[in-house]
Each structure stands twice: as C-alpha cells, then as structure tokens.
C-alpha cells in the first residue's frame, strides 16, 4: 500500500485547503478491524475518511471494472490497497469483505454504491448489513460535509470549501458472528446505519430517501442479496 502510504503526506496540505476538520468519536484501537460507512459525493470521499486515522489503512471497496480499466490502473489500486467490488455477485464482493476483516483489515464502505450526482444522499444497500453480521466486526458511521461542494462528479480540479467529517460511535449487528442473521435484523440494521449517515452528513431530511428497499433485506438467500 505505498501508494496509501505516500498519500498521508498529503494531508497537511488537505487540511490547509479545505480547512479539513474531525469532528466526533474517534476510531476504535487499530488492532480492531472495522468497516468504516460513509456517505459518497466526491471522488475525494477515501481520502477525507482515511483522515480520520491516518495511521490505520483502510481498504476502499471500488468497482471492478474501474480496477481491471488496464495493467496501469489495477497496479495503482493495487498501490492503494483497494478491494475490488466483483461484477459478477453482491455476495461474492460480501465474502471478500469479510476475508479482509478476518486478516484483520479495516475497510471502507460507501454503502449507497455510487457518487452522488447532487450531493444528496441516496438509498443505501444492505449488504453493509451482512458483512457486519458475518464478521462481527463494528460499523462506524461517518458523515462527510462539504466534500460535494469541493469536488462534485463531473469536475477536474477540487475548489477550496470547508470540509469536515463527523464520526459516530461504532454500530454492532451482534456481538458476535452470526452464520444466518435474520433478514428482517438485516434490514433494520442497514436502516440504523443509514439514519446514522444521514445525521452525522447534517442531511436529517434524506432519511426517507436513504434507507433500503425492504425486497433487496427479504431476499430468499444471501446469494441473492
């Protein structure tokens, strides 16, 4: 993870432009795995969440078609430390998850999927859901500020604009690994994460908005998710 590593003498300069600010919990111990979710709108997003703890890596989850785009990009992620999301299967990007965080790995989740196109936050997915039940591990809850306003979709250079990242106290589906979880204790956990975004972002109103279709937690299977 050089690249990951090179990158966290960027941040003086970060905090100096965008006048970056932590705000909140702070992170458990870094021998702790967690999954770290956040709201997505900037490609500036892994960056202002690994702020948070610049010495803990965390391993951003990123499409895998973004990944596999040449020999040059897969070696640069590679670099960054990333976790391809697979194309093929939501579970199978599931299990690679939760490998990671049975190494011991902390991982990054944006659990709506995409970058806002508008800054607003969009439903989220409840696969966030089931990573934390299979593994066990805590979810901590971010919301990012003024990240949109600096670099929206569709923009090149960033602008300055005051950012900040307000962290939560860490969630937990159980308190331990569960083989089988319910999916009805899947669906209001993915739920209470996603509230927890909403409120941490200032976005109290996309609560509505935010919280998973209850067909995608109903799903006959976890295959199936």
């Not at 960027?10 to 709201?39: H, M, S, T, W």
Request: glycine share 10%; proline share 8%; with cysteine.
């Amino acid at each position: 993870m050089w690249l990951y590593n090179l990158n966290r003498w960027l941040l003086p300069a970060g905090r100096l432009v965008f006048a970056l600010e932590k705000r909140g919990e702070d992170l458990p111990a870094r021998d702790q795995p967690v999954l770290i979710a956040a709201n997505h709108s900037s490609f500036l997003d892994p960056w202002v969440v690994g702020s948070v703890d610049p010495q803990r890596e965390i391993h951003f989850l990123i499409n895998e078609r973004w990944y596999r785009r040449s020999r040059l990009w897969t070696a640069l992620f590679d670099a960054w430390g990333v976790l391809p999301a697979s194309s093929r299967s939501p579970w199978e990007t599931i299990e690679r998850v939760v490998a990671a965080l049975g190494r011991g790995q902390s991982v990054g989740i944006f659990p709506e999927g995409r970058i806002s196109e508008d800054g607003k936050i969009g439903r989220g997915r409840p696969g966030i859901a089931w990573m934390a039940a299979l593994s066990g591990c805590p979810v901590v809850p971010c919301g990012l500020r003024g990240i949109f306003e600096a670099l929206p979709k569709g923009r090149l250079l960033p602008r300055r604009h005051r950012v900040s990242i307000h962290v939560g106290r860490p969630l937990y589906f159980s308190a331990k690994a569960v083989r089988d979880p319910e999916r009805g204790q899947l669906h209001d956990f993915a739920g209470k994460v996603m509230t927890t975004i909403c409120t941490l972002a200032g976005q109290e109103d996309r609560v509505a908005a935010a919280l998973p279709l209850d067909a995608q937690a109903d799903a006959p299977g976890p295959r199936k998710i």
